[in-house]
């Protein structure tokens, strides 16, 4: 019976062997090196070898044949089935299709939420600049000591010009360290805002109002020494970035709160999965655009000191933005 069960095996193995090695060569070659790997006919023969290694794993299961086998063909056919199913990209091509289709087109799907982002900013910005120079005590309400770095109310006009004219401590690893802290501090801010979409959005809502009043509060301790436009001009070249990248945190939290309170004709979780993914994919691009505004803080701030040269550096990222979010984000 041992002998007979021995010979059934050889023979079946024997039989299909061939195929099963072209088969286990064409998944190497694709593993290593993509399916751009194979020529037109092993494309074709791919899914042919595929399928007959399937139906080999089906027999052998069904004779009971040797454990190896069944064990080999089982390993091969999940190989095959992701070279034959999946697609399988080089991760700089995932990369560039993120951000040249998909992030795009997800914030530009997502415009109304974004601008409702930007108009609580804006709105705490105007609230705070307002209330500041009615009355400058207010100022320690919006802005915490660390963001003040020893500036307020009682800042003498020379003070607050050597900050924005600054060269940083002249070090380059000095404004890198710079530049990481302020990409892992804003990027914390981001996930935040993301992360309260669960709670209704009610606190993302909150949070850009209060983000927005500390700028404001900060613009008017400047403009009250007669020195708003050189603020505004050493905020903005990184701010435009930054707060873009804060608005579209927000937005992704709007969007999750919108799917979560009123959920349509949709099971709640099954639309808050959907959702939750898409907002997660356009968190991810508000933290790449959190590092290049910390790189522009972090470097170019710091180092070019005329206000021309930054007004000019905002006003051409604000355009590049909206550029970039229409014309690659519109269906």
Same mark, same amino acid.
């Given at each position: 019976m041992s002998a007979s069960f021995t010979l059934k095996s050889y023979a079946f193995r024997k039989e299909r062997e *061939?195929?099963?090695?072209?088969?286990?060569?064409? $998944?190497?070659?694709?593993?290593?090196? #993509?399916?751009?790997?194979?020529? *037109? @006919?092993?494309?074709?023969?791919?899914? !042919?070898? &595929?399928?007959? !290694?399937?139906?080999?794993?089906?027999?052998?299961?069904?004779?009971?044949?040797?454990?190896?086998?069944?064990?080999? %063909?089982?390993?091969?056919?999940?190989?095959? &089935?992701?070279?034959? &199913?999946?697609?399988? /990209?080089?991760?700089?091509?995932?990369?560039?299709?993120?951000?040249?289709? /998909?992030?795009?087109?997800?914030?530009f799907g997502m415009r109304r939420a974004l601008a409702l982002a930007w108009a609580l900013?804006?709105?705490?910005?105007?609230?705070? &600049?307002?209330?500041?120079?009615?009355?400058?005590?207010?100022?320690?309400?919006? $802005?915490?000591? #660390?963001?003040?770095?020893?500036?307020?109310?009682?800042?003498?006009? @020379?003070? %607050?010009?050597?900050?924005?004219?600054?060269?940083?401590?002249?070090?380059?690893?000095?404004?890198? #360290?710079?530049?990481?802290?302020?990409?892992?501090?804003?990027?914390?801010?981001?996930?935040?805002?993301?992360?309260?979409?669960?709670?209704? #959005?009610?606190?993302?809502?909150?949070?850009?109002?209060?983000?927005?009043?500390?700028?404001?509060?900060?613009? !008017?301790i400047y403009a009250q020494k007669g020195i708003g436009f050189e603020f505004w001009a050493w905020v903005l070249p990184h701010g435009v970035t930054e707060l873009l990248a804060v608005a579209l945190s927000g937005a992704a939290g709007f969007t999750v709160a919108q799917r979560l309170v009123f959920p349509g004709r949709h099971a709640r979780l099954a639309g808050l999965a959907v959702e939750g993914r898409e907002a997660a994919a356009v968190v991810i691009g508000a933290v790449a655009l959190f590092f290049i505004a910390a790189l522009i803080e972090g470097f170019f701030r710091q180092l070019v000191h005329g206000e021309l040269p930054r007004v000019a550096v905002a006003v051409l990222t604000s355009i590049g933005w909206v550029v970039y979010f229409i014309r690659r984000g519109r269906p």
């Amino acid at each position: 019976m041992s002998a007979s069960f021995t010979l059934k095996s050889y023979a079946f193995r024997k039989e299909r062997e *061939a195929s099963w090695a072209e088969l286990e060569a064409l $998944v190497a070659r694709v593993e290593r090196r #993509g399916i751009g790997a194979l020529n *037109a @006919d092993e494309l074709h023969r791919l899914p !042919a070898l &595929y399928r007959a !290694a399937i139906s080999s794993l089906s027999a052998a299961r069904a004779i009971s044949l040797d454990k190896n086998v069944v064990s080999y %063909l089982e390993s091969l056919a999940a190989r095959a &089935y992701i070279c034959v &199913y999946s697609t399988k /990209r080089p991760f700089s091509r995932a990369v560039r299709d993120f951000f040249w289709i /998909r992030f795009p087109a997800l914030v530009f799907g997502m415009r109304r939420a974004l601008a409702l982002a930007w108009a609580l900013l804006v709105l705490g910005t105007i609230t705070g &600049y307002t209330l500041t120079l009615r009355d400058p005590d207010r100022f320690y309400s919006f $802005v915490d000591e #660390g963001m003040a770095a020893g500036r307020g109310p009682s800042s003498s006009h @020379d003070e %607050l010009l050597r900050v924005l004219h600054s060269e940083g401590g002249g070090a380059a690893s000095a404004l890198t #360290g710079f530049a990481t802290f302020l990409f892992t501090h804003n990027a914390k801010i981001g996930m935040l805002s993301f992360a309260l979409g669960f709670l209704a #959005g009610v606190p993302t809502m909150l949070l850009l109002f209060i983000n927005g009043l500390g700028l404001g509060a900060m613009a !008017a301790i400047y403009a009250q020494k007669g020195i708003g436009f050189e603020f505004w001009a050493w905020v903005l070249p990184h701010g435009v970035t930054e707060l873009l990248a804060v608005a579209l945190s927000g937005a992704a939290g709007f969007t999750v709160a919108q799917r979560l309170v009123f959920p349509g004709r949709h099971a709640r979780l099954a639309g808050l999965a959907v959702e939750g993914r898409e907002a997660a994919a356009v968190v991810i691009g508000a933290v790449a655009l959190f590092f290049i505004a910390a790189l522009i803080e972090g470097f170019f701030r710091q180092l070019v000191h005329g206000e021309l040269p930054r007004v000019a550096v905002a006003v051409l990222t604000s355009i590049g933005w909206v550029v970039y979010f229409i014309r690659r984000g519109r269906p």
